[in-house]
């Protein structure tokens, strides 16, 4: 298959939600790429059914797609998307919890700009990071 360009976002409306179907028309993209970010953390709009995605979030979710990709993280580092560029956590902290998705997300505070920095990481990277970071697992929430 030749190389496709990976789909950067710009046409869609940041204060818009999509469908499923909306998004992967505008998108050029199949339903079945959508489930693939959402396995990679793109979160839908919480309760929304059918599943609605807001244009400012898959904006974000693609531009820090596309990002690690370039440059991956190494296993202390979290994407930031204010510096756009991977950082380590302020002083080593980083918070690890299940978002509603079931995905394991690190999170920590960028030391450069102070944004919260969020990643999806695998339960097999967490003894690494756990040897970098000094690691926070909070309860899941439930709700
Ligand atoms: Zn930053």
Redesign the pocket.
């Known amino acids: 298959m030749a190389a496709r360009k990976r789909p950067s976002g710009q046409n869609l409306k940041s204060h818009r939600s999509y469908t499923t179907g909306e998004l992967a028309t505008v998108l050029r993209v199949s339903r079945g790429t959508i489930h693939n970010w959402m396995r990679s953390g793109l979160e839908p709009i919480e309760g929304g059914k059918p599943l609605l995605f807001l244009g400012r979030v898959v904006k974000g979710f693609l531009s820090d797609y596309r990002q690690r990709h370039r440059s991956p993280c190494g296993p202390d580092e979290i994407y930031?998307l204010?510096?756009r560029k991977p950082?380590q956590p302020a002083g080593g902290l980083a918070d690890l919890r299940h978002n509603s998705r079931g995905a394991l997300v690190l999170s920590g505070i960028?030391p450069?700009?102070?944004?919260m920095?969020f990643r999806v990481v695998a339960q097999r990277d967490v003894p690494d990071i756990k040897q970098i970071l000094d690691v926070n697992e909070s309860a899941d929430a439930h709700d």
Do not use: D, F, R, Y
């Open positions: 930031c204010g510096c950082q960028c450069s700009c102070e944004a920095m």
